[in-house]
């Protein structure tokens, strides 16, 4: 930055469109939804800016359809991994001595490649390969993305600008270098943009990434970096591989030059992380960050004084948009007595209105859950709640996976608050209900804090203030995004920082400068003008 101080683009949120009937983005995400469905893609590993084939594949297939083959990835073996650290630690060279402007051109150039002409393909993967509904696909894949992109470099240079006071005597100034070394990145199927995210703002700051995509997103994360390529990342700055996520993370944390770990996924996998991690301390070069979005067991609770409607779309759309696949997803409700019966009866009415099946008909709001093993895992729940005399499934509770991975959105209510799916996060379109007594609001308020290991979003709906605000308070540490009168799910760049805390993960905050500054170690210079040419101080005298 020796030539200038430069203002980037200020950064707004991406407008979500309609995808209304009769609108031409409508017809074009049709477009490429068919002509990718009825197509094969090959994505091979991507190593220093290199397609690499092994020959070694797995089959893509759609969650709705999973006879039908939309392509084929390609699996590494630990000397790819090993070529990926290696050629990523070359490329930090001259990645991290690049000037920051010219990184940010690169990933505010990726932000406008998906707005525009990579808008339709990338939404159009997400719905084949993850199933989402357009809506649903739209807010991620494209929009968030797009978020995540333009607010990290406006972030990144907010971070540069923040510098020590200096006097007339020395100049202070704070360098933002990347972390020594290279980062490593382990994403989630449930959302493109997460995915994209989590190496691209390493990279920004200037580090170099070994990225772990899910194996149940990979047909988006091809586009991701087939939109990084064309907005001018150099080669060997991100680096993806596919396969055996215990080879490729032994063989990663094995290495001494690794310096950091964004993951979001599962908490058992991120607690067996950093535990790996940490028998390995003495081994790296540097103490490695660790950055975790993990699990959730998020609520809603009511207040009697609660607008039944509003409670019950809040559960209707914070339970089952994208068949509860969101960390953030509503999984479990408390609902006073006084009003429950009016909201039992708005959500079953929106639950039957509910059509589901695939997301190329864009009437269906719910799609299917992404592979065989979570489709058993909610199978076996739903069936052991209909055994148990503490429980009832008021609504859905059917399931099929003849053609698709289907799962009815499911509405469980039970006597006991502590039920096992009170507590468990199941990670699907299935909730559980607990009626409490409407005096009972504070009690039902240390029960909603006391019932899960997680604390990542919940939502308190009520028009009493005090309610609103006992609820806020006794609340405080049972999530790291709350809501007040909406559902707990939805949060945007630039508005929302997400993250939770306990079991949910570091709470860094995806989406803001809190999260970029775990990928930079800061450097103090200190510049003296007039240097001292005597040991002795005045008190010497």
Known sequence: MGKGFFNVPIAV???????????????EVLDAYNAMYKSKVDVPLYINGKDISTGNTR???????????????????????ELAISTALEARKTWSQ??????????????????GPYRAKINAATMIAQSKTIHQAEIDAACELIDFLRFNVQFMTDIYMEQPESTSDAWNRVEYRPLEGFTYAVTPFNFTAIAGNLPACMALMGNVVVWKPSDSQIYSAKVIMDVFKEAGVPDGVINVVFGDPVMITNTVLSSPDFSGLHFTGSTFVFKELWKHIGENIH???????????TGGKDFIIAHKTAN???????????????????????????IPKGIWNEVRTHLIE???????????????????????????KLAKYIDQAKEDSDTEIIAGGGYDKS?????EPTVILTTNPKYTTMCTELFGPVITIYVYEDESFSET?????????????????????????????????????????????????GQQPFGGARASGTNDKAGSAQNLMRWVSPRLIKETFVTPTDYRYPFLD
């Open 13 to 27: 949120n991406e407008p979500v469109k309609s995808y209304a009937p009769g609108t031409p983005e409508r017809d």
């Open 283 to 293: 081994h790296y070069k540097t103490y490695p960050r660790i950055v975790g979005e």
């Open 59 to 81: 089959p893509l297939s759609p969650p709705h359809d999973h006879k039908h083959i939309v392509g084929q990835y390609h699996l590494a073996e630990k000397k790819h991994v």
């Open 350 to 376: 929106d639950i039957n209105s509910f059509k589901m099946g695939s997301p190329e008909d864009m009437g269906n709001f719910i799609t299917a859950v992404i592979h065989e093993g979570s489709f058993d």
């Open 445 to 493: 308020l240390k029960l909603v804090d006391e019932t899960s290991e997680y604390a990542l979003t919940g939502a308190i709906l009520a028009t009493d203030r005090h309610a609103i605000d006992e609820a806020t308070k006794v609340l405080e540490n049972s999530a790291g995004n709350f809501y007040i009168n909406d559902k707990p799910t939805g949060a945007v760049v």
């Open 98 to 115: 690049l000037t920051w402007e010219q990184r940010a051109g690169i990933f505010l150039k990726a932000a406008e490649l998906i707005a």
């Open 308 to 334: 039944p409607k509003q409670v019950a779309t809040a559960i209707s759309r914070g339970a089952f948009e994208f068949q509860g696949q969101k960390c953030s997803a509503a999984s479990r409700a408390y």
């Open 403 to 407: 053609k698709g991975y289907f799962i």
